[in-house]
């Protein structure tokens, strides 16, 4: 009679390499569900548990070989006028290799807030003497002005401007839009630094803030 781990063994050479991952991902979110309900009454939908799986896969999607993921985000805190700015580096095989948190004096505009937070981590991915990216962030409207190379004479467009010079230093790169969901290292980053003075660089590791982020994902 074959044992689980044959079963298992047997199964993982039947399926492709993304739907192992997916497999593995949902099956610990599954144990973990169950522990959630069996010691603190707390029920998670089905349904909700393989969204979360899913979103939490693509985030941290591995780029090919040779390339870098770059993910970036902003905080503002109105009330301050401070911009939290937040980028996490992952390579090909989805380690962390840097964070970058800066908290800066600014106009708290979330569109203001979020091209120099692009800017800020694509310069920052410079400085490290990297030369092939994938930049992810969530905000929509800078990531289309980035694609469209779309510059005017606002301090908007400067901001973009300087991204996309940046950018253009690059043996490779391209920028994608994700969802929120999709880019929640990166926030808590940004928004963890609101309460800290200046820059914060941390090099093959990780800050605590984004410790559950990619714990969940080492786990698969």
């Known amino acids: 009679m074959k044992g689980f781990e044959d079963i298992m063994e047997e199964l993982f050479d039947m399926l492709e390499t993304k739907e192992v991952e997916e497999f593995s991902l949902l099956s610990q979110k599954i144990w973990t569900r169950r522990n959630d309900f069996v010691f603190k009454g707390a029920f998670t939908h089905p349904n909700m548990l393989m969204h979360h799986s899913l979103l939490l896969l693509q985030e941290f999607q591995q780029a090919p070989q040779g390339v870098y993921k770059l993910n970036w985000d902003a905080s503002v805190d109105k009330l301050h006028c401070k911009v939290g700015v937040g980028a996490i580096i992952r390579d090909w095989e989805g380690s962390v290799i840097a964070t970058l948190r800066i908290n800066?004096?600014?106009y708290p505009d979330p569109l203001l807030a979020e091209e120099l937070a692009a800017l800020r981590a694509v310069i920052f991915y410079k400085d490290l003497g990297l030369k092939k990216v994938i930049v992810e962030g969530d905000a929509l409207q800078v990531v289309k002005r980035i694609q469209k190379l779309e510059v005017d004479d606002t301090c908007f467009g400067m901001f973009i401007s300087e991204i996309i010079e940046t950018l253009a230093s690059f043996d490779q790169w391209s920028v994608n839009h994700i969802g929120r969901d999709c880019n929640k290292a990166a926030h808590a980053l940004s928004k963890d630094v609101l309460g800290v003075?200046?820059?914060?660089i941390d090099l093959?590791?990780?800050p605590q803030c984004i410790h559950?982020?990619?714990?969940?994902?080492?786990?698969?």
């Open 104 to 106: 800066r004096d600014l």
């Open 197 to 200: 003075i200046d820059v914060m």
């Open 204 to 206: 093959e590791k990780f």
């Open 212 to 220: 559950s982020f990619v714990k969940a994902i080492n786990k698969v």
